[in-house]
């Protein structure tokens, strides 16, 4: 075996973050594929900027505005020397990769495409590469193709080839996908989509830091990726195209910078590339995109993409061997990311995420903004693991460690649980009223000193939630809006006119403890008291949102909403 090819430690040295720590441990960060951090080198340059050389760029005659000018200009030549683009006016600032897609979608495709017309996707695309071409699809009768995949996540290049034909007018691909990792062949993607006259975006961002891209030797006709994910700041990205292309689209937006004349009859525009860069731009954003740039070149990318896959290698061997745990993804050609499941016993990815949070470990979970990936691959949602210059051989160790500690613990907890569940089994609140059950939990939550604490409290409510009988999970009881799976079934108690209560389970462990905090709330109460008292707001107050996620977050009011819906159809009966 090969020896593992490894960044010097003084790498990581340079990222600020690391010498902070989560949940009183040594901070993990392995989620580059949704942002990188950013080296000191980006941190210094943008803020310099802000200090020393701000001010509004291309019109201004004094020397402060020229010098801000020449930083912008000079970051968009260092953008079309990173590419190797043939013209830097080819290289248009936007907000991201999402931006930039976007655009081609609205300008080029606007003018281009007609009823009948074929745009062709894949199956791996993240939904910046979806959506938009739906839109423009929508508005112009032009039709959707997808490109399907193999079980290990590789496009069926076959089957592409059968989807182009004369009405192919775009394919837009990524050339990483951010959610397994494959690499996918661009080069002979674009060869075949020029073969029959079509246009070809391809979505870079989870490629650019990880390999050189040279434009013209792709022969891309548009190239999009963000700054965020090269080590730059947010709010940043490129869009690349041919010049006779974009020379040829209309504006994107109207405004300042990106007229030539205007008078009430008629507007000329600005020449490339002001002409795709309305008003005042992300100039400290171009700044700190070509530190990163200069930054990632130094490293040098051939020695970033032997560290990552020495990691990806890594990863593959210690997480393959955890019983249980399933890879999703295992394409010949791959990036530094590793995505999972764990089947036996059946575990949240969002649950799994919590549970290294708990540890210091940042990971990504849930569908990463590609749901007809998970469709294919007949899953939900994975946890993700994805890899930068600053990771390390402890730090996927730590991972592997953490998760075979969590799912032998969810494997005791499933053996030593008693096999009950149903009616007979709820035990209702014995609070007065909703508002005496929140008091009772908002003085254990006061009492609960930290997050760590506090939610390991909830975790262990959800232990003691009966199984909800499966005969009850149905179409009508499932609760939409939660990321996890829900259902919510109630009913009036026994011998009332007005009470009500309810049984509800969910596949993941916070969620049960979240539908255990509910039942304290709600279950026992009358119709009219439920309505009455605002659960989202006691919530909050505790300061519970805090420590959700987003996704966690609407699963939570979904809950609360099926709740309030039944006890209003009591009121209305």
């Not at 290289?91 to 007609?114: M, P, Q």
């Not at 182009?164 to 062949?185: H, K, W, Y």
Request: hydrophobic content about 45%; some cysteine; aromatic content about 6%.
């Amino acid at each position: 075996m090969q020896p593992l090819q490894l960044l010097d430690a003084s790498v990581r040295a340079q990222f600020p973050l690391f010498t902070s720590t989560a949940s009183a441990m040594p901070l993990i960060y392995l989620d580059s594929a949704a942002s990188t951090q950013q080296p000191t080198a980006v941190i210094a340059a943008v803020s310099d900027y802000h200090r020393q050389s701000h001010a509004n760029i291309h019109r201004g005659v004094y020397q402060l505005s020229q010098t801000a000018t020449r930083l912008y200009e000079e970051a968009r030549l260092t953008v079309a020397r990173f590419l190797n683009a043939a013209d830097p006016a080819e290289c248009i600032f936007t907000r991201g990769a999402t931006e930039s897609i976007n655009l081609v979608a609205a300008c080029w495709g606007a003018a281009n495409l007609h009823a009948g017309d074929e745009i062709i996707l894949s199956t791996l695309e993240h939904h910046s590469n979806i959506v938009p071409w739906q839109l423009i699809a929508q508005k112009t009768g032009a039709q959707i193709r997808v490109i399907p995949i193999n079980d290990a996540g590789e496009l069926e290049l076959e089957a592409y080839r059968q989807l182009l034909s004369p009405r192919t007018r775009l394919v837009a691909v990524n050339q990483v996908s951010n959610a397994l990792g494959t690499i996918n062949p661009v080069r002979e993607i674009i060869a075949a989509a020029h073969a029959v006259g079509a246009v070809v975006l391809i979505d870079g961002a989870q490629w650019v830091a990880h390999g050189v891209t040279d434009v013209q030797a792709l022969d891309a006709d548009f190239y999009v990726f963000s700054g965020h994910k090269l080590y730059g700041p947010t709010g940043i990205g490129v869009l690349y195209g041919k010049r006779h292309l974009l020379d040829a689209m209309p504006p994107y937006q109207g405004g300042g910078d990106m007229i030539e004349q205007v008078t009430f009859e008629r507007t000329t525009y600005a020449p490339l590339p002001s002409k795709y860069e309305a008003g005042t731009p992300n100039i400290s954003g171009a700044v700190g995109l070509a530190t990163a740039i200069k930054w990632v070149e130094a490293l040098g990318l051939a020695q970033i993409s032997a560290h990552e896959q020495a990691l990806l290698q890594h990863a593959t061997a210690r997480l393959s061997a955890i019983f249980g745990l399933e890879i999703k993804g295992t394409a010949a050609q791959k990036s530094g990311v590793v995505s999972w499941v764990v089947v036996d016993p059946p575990l949240s990815t969002l649950d799994i995420g919590v549970e290294l949070d708990l540890r210091g470990i940042c990971i990504r979970t849930g569908h990463h903004c590609c749901q007809p990936l998970m469709e294919r691959l007949g899953i939900a949602a994975t946890a993700r693991a994805s890899f930068g210059v600053y990771n390390n051989l402890d730090d996927i160790d730590r991972l592997a460690d953490a998760l075979t500690e969590i799912i032998a613990a969810a494997r005791a907890k499933q053996s030593a649980q008693l096999e009950k569940g149903g009616w007979e089994d709820l035990k209702l609140t014995t609070a007065a009223s909703p508002a005496a059950a929140a008091a009772e939990i908002a003085e254990v939550f006061e009492f609960l000193p930290d997050w760590p604490q506090r939610h390991q409290y909830v975790i262990d409510l959800g232990d003691k939630l009966p199984p909800m009988p499966a005969a009850l999970k149905t179409a009508a009881t499932a609760v939409h809006g939660c990321q996890s799976t829900v259902h919510i079934a109630a009913r009036l108690a026994p011998g009332s006119t007005d009470m009500i209560e309810f049984l509800a389970d969910s596949d993941a462990n916070l969620v049960r403890g979240l539908i255990a905090l509910l039942q304290q709330l709600y279950s026992g109460q009358s119709a009219a008291a439920i309505l009455a008292f605002d659960a989202e707001a006691f919530f909050a107050s505790i300061g519970l949102d805090q420590h959700l996620s987003m996704s966690r977050r609407n699963g939570l009011a979904a809950m609360v909403q099926r709740v309030r819906q039944l006890a209003q159809r009591v009121v209305i009966s």
